[in-house]
C-alpha cells in the first residue's frame, strides 16, 4: 500500500519568491494534515483539512501561506513570498480514524 | 498554554538492551497517545498509540505506558538494534480536536 506522497522532496528558493508544495494522500483518507517542522522540533499543524474543507487552519499565517484541497484528494501548500524564517521541513500527514501517517516532507531551504 | 514534553533530550543504550523514552504531558483532556519514530530526513513514522481507557498496550518489541495520574507515558523498546537509533515523539490529542501536538523529540542512539 502506498503512503502519503510528496513532492518535491527538496526546494532551495531565493527570499521573496514563491514556492508550492504537493502531497497525495494515502487512499481512502478523508482527513489530510500540513505540518511544520523546524531542526530538532516536533510538527507544528499548519491546516486541516476534512474532505476538502479547511476545517482548522489558525495556525496558517495566512498573509502569505495558502492551500487547497480542491477535490478532497492531492492537496497543495503555497508560500508566497517565502521569508528566510520559512526553511523548515514541511509535512503532509493524513488519517482515516486515529493515527496519523506521515510523508516524508519537503525540505525547503530559502535563501 | 497545555505542552506536551520529554524528559531527555538524547538517549545512548548499548545493542539488545531495552531502552525507555518518557513523556510527559500537561493537558489533562487528552485521550489519544501516539509515538512516533523519525529517522533522518524522513517524516515521522507510526510506532503505537493508546486510548486513555488504557494504562498499557505492547506492540512487537515495544511498548507503551500510560500514567494519567501524573500525567506520564512512556515507550519501552525490547532488545534495542541498531536500526531504533532515531528521534522518537510523543504526541497527544483530545477528543474532537484532532489536532495532534508533539513534544520536542529525543534522540536514541543505539551503541554497538
Known amino acids: 500500500e502506498a503512503g502519503v506522497v510528496q513532492s518535491p522532496r527538496y526546494k532551495i528558493i531565493e527570499k521573496k519568491q514563491p514556492v508550492a508544495f504537493w502531497c497525495n494522500p494515502i487512499s481512502g483518507h478523508n482527513t489530510l494534515y500540513w505540518y511544520r517542522q523546524n531542526l530538532g522540533q516536533g510538527p507544528e499543524l499548519l491546516i486541516r483539512y476534512e474532505n476538502e474543507e479547511a476545517v482548522d487552519d489558525s495556525q496558517l499565517p495566512k498573509d502569505r501561506f495558502s492551500a487547497e484541497r480542491l477535490k478532497g484528494v492531492d492537496s497543495t501548500l503555497k508560500i508566497q513570498p517565502a521569508e528566510l524564517g520559512d526553511s523548515a521541513v514541511y509535512l503532509c500527514?493524513?488519517?482515516?480514524?486515529?493515527?496519523?501517517?506521515f510523508g516524508p516532507g519537503t525540505r525547503l531551504l530559502v535563501l | 498554554g497545555e505542552s506536551v514534553g520529554l524528559h531527555l533530550p538524547t538517549l545512548s543504550v548499548q545493542e539488545g538492551d531495552n531502552s525507555i523514552i518518557n513523556c510527559a504531558y500537561s493537558n489533562s483532556a487528552s485521550d489519544y497517545f501516539i509515538w512516533y519514530k523519525q529517522e533522518s530526513g524522513k517524516g515521522p513514522q507510526f510506532i503505537i498509540d493508546?486510548?486513555?481507557?488504557?494504562d498499557k498496550r505492547q506492540g512487537q518489541r515495544v511498548t507503551v505506558l500510560l500514567n494519567k495520574t501524573v500525567k506520564h507515558l512512556s515507550l519501552q523498546i525490547a532488545a534495542t538494534q541498531p536500526g531504533d537509533s532515531a528521534v522518537y515523539f510523543c504526541?497527544?490529542?483530545?477528543?474532537?480536536?484532532?489536532?495532534?501536538?508533539f513534544g520536542s523529540g529525543t534522540q536514541l542512539t543505539v551503541l554497538p
Open positions: 504526541a497527544e490529542t483530545s477528543g474532537s480536536a484532532r489536532q495532534l501536538t
Open positions: 493508546i486510548r486513555s481507557n488504557m
Open positions: 500527514a493524513s488519517s482515516e480514524a486515529g493515527a496519523k501517517y
